[in-house]
């Protein structure tokens, strides 16, 4: 529904299932992706901090924190957010793409080659699950400080395969 512009009936659906499901967080995180795409950053950063709030002890959620307080231009925080997430224990797979993310969108090129690389060595053995990431890169204004670079059009290609 999101990619289809349905925003409104996007989030209302996923808001439906926090009733449904209230012990499954990561709700927070879809609910923060839909209001990115609809350019409503700073509810994007509202649903993805309370996502880190439930689950501080993990990783991924400061990193999807970490992005979208990047595009709200909250540079300081998501550095903060981004550092705890690399030293949290963590399921590197989808980390790397949320750290590729947030480096792109602070216009630090060599760590989001860095974590787009490792991304990459990640999913040769979930090849199929890359793919699909890929097609979502468009989407991530964050990307554009890396979208032309030779070595990072390489590893999409590379990915897309």
């Known amino acids: 529904m999101a990619r289809l512009g349905r925003f409104d009936e996007a989030i209302d659906h996923v808001s439906r299932l926090r009733v449904t499901a209230p012990d499954y967080t990561e709700i927070y995180g879809t609910l923060a992706y839909i209001y990115s795409l609809k350019g409503d950053n700073g509810q994007a950063v509202e649903q993805a901090r309370k996502y880190q709030e439930q689950k501080p002890n993990e ?9 979208y307080l990047v595009k709200a231009g909250n540079r300081n925080e998501a550095l903060a957010h981004l550092r705890e997430a690399e030293r949290l224990p963590n399921n590197r797979f989808y980390l790397e793409l949320y ?17 787009f690389k490792n991304y990459a060595k990640l999913a ?20 554009q400080s890396i979208r032309n670079n030779p070595e990072f059009q390489e590893i999409v290609n590379d990915l897309s395969k």
């Open 59 to 67: 990783s991924l959620p400061h990193a999807i924190l970490a992005v």
């Open 124 to 143: 040769e053995t979930k090849r199929y699950y890359a793919r699909l990431q890929v097609i979502r890169l468009d989407e991530d204004s964050n990307y």
């Open 99 to 115: 750290l590729t993310s947030a480096y792109a969108g602070l216009n630090d090129t060599a760590k989001a080659l860095e974590h």
